[in-house]
T-cell receptor
Framework: NAGVTQTPKFQVLKTGQSMTLQCAQD?????MSWYRQDPGMGLRLIHY???????DQGEVPNGYNVSRSTTEDFPLRLLSAAPSQTSVYFC???????????FGDGTRLSIL | DAKTTQPNSMESNEEEPVHLPCNHS???????IHWYRQLPSQGPEYVIH???SNVNNRMASLAIAEDRKSSTLILHRATLRDAAVYYC???????????FGAGTRLTVKP
C-alpha cells in the first residue's frame, strides 16, 4: 500500500516555465488537497477536491490550476513559474474532508 | 476557521511527559480540535482529534478544558523521534479546508 505518492521529489525551474506536480493515492480517498510550505512557516492550502470532477480554491490559489478526472490522481499545474512559488509542496488525501489526512513526502521546487 | 494560539517552541527531556498547550478562545460548538505533527523533512501526520471529552490513542492523549477554550496534547514519554512541529487545528465537520498555523516546535533532549 503506497499511500500518497508525489512526483517529482525535487525540481528546478526557470521563471516562466510551466510544470505539473503529480499526486496519486491508492486508498480510494474522495478528498485530496495541495499545500505549500515556505521556509519556517506552516502549510497553506492551495486547492482541494472533494471528489472526481469537483475542485475548489484554498487560501493561496493564484498561479496554480488543478483538475480531478479520477479518484486516484490530483495534479497541480504551475502555469508560468515565478520565484515566489519556490516552496515545498505537499499533497494529502482522506476519506472525507473531515477525516484524518494522509500526506505525501513533498516536492521541493526551486524557481530561478 | 477559528484561530488557535500555540507557543512557538518547547523543550523536553527524553522519556519524560510533554504537555503541548493550545488556546482557542473563539471555538464554536461544532469545532473539533485536531492535532498533526510534522517531522523534519516529512509531510504532516495526523496525531489525534476530539470534540469535548478527553481522547487517547497509541500516539498521544488529548485533554480538553471543560469550557473548550483550550486543550493540551500529552505525549506520555517523549522520545527523540517525537521532535517535530506540532499543529493544533480547529475543524468543523462541514469544513472542506484545513488551515495550519505556525505550530509549536518541540525539541527533545537526550
Amino acid at each position: 500500500n503506497a499511500g500518497v505518492t508525489q512526483t517529482p521529489k525535487f525540481q528546478v525551474l526557470k521563471t516562466g516555465q510551466s510544470m505539473t506536480l503529480q499526486c496519486a493515492q491508492d486508498m480510494n480517498h474522495e478528498y485530496m488537497s495541495w499545500y505549500r510550505q515556505d521556509p519556517g512557516m506552516g502549510l497553506r492550502l492551495i486547492h482541494y477536491s472533494v471528489g472526481a470532477g469537483i475542485t475548489d480554491q484554498g487560501e493561496v490559489p493564484n498561479g496554480y490550476n488543478v483538475s480531478r478526472s479520477t479518484t486516484e490522481d490530483f495534479p497541480l499545474r504551475l502555469l508560468s513559474a515565478a520565484p515566489s512559488q519556490t516552496s515545498v509542496y505537499f499533497c494529502a488525501s482522506s476519506v472525507t474532508s473531515f477525516q484524518p489526512q494522509h500526506f505525501g513526502d513533498g516536492t521541493r521546487l526551486s524557481i530561478l | 476557521d477559528a484561530k488557535t494560539t500555540q507557543p512557538n517552541s518547547m523543550e523536553s527531556n527524553e522519556e519524560e511527559p510533554v504537555h503541548l498547550p493550545c488556546n482557542h478562545s473563539t471555538i464554536s460548538g461544532t469545532d473539533y480540535i485536531h492535532w498533526y505533527r510534522q517531522l523534519p523533512s516529512q509531510g504532516p501526520e495526523y496525531v489525534i482529534h476530539g470534540l469535548t471529552s478527553n481522547v487517547n490513542n497509541r500516539m498521544a492523549s488529548l485533554a480538553i478544558a471543560e469550557d473548550r477554550k483550550s486543550s493540551t496534547l500529552i505525549l506520555h514519554r517523549a522520545t527523540l523521534r517525537d521532535a517535530a512541529v506540532y499543529y493544533c487545528i480547529l475543524r468543523d465537520v462541514v469544513d472542506n479546508d484545513m488551515r495550519f498555523g505556525a505550530g509549536t516546535r518541540l525539541t527533545v533532549k537526550p
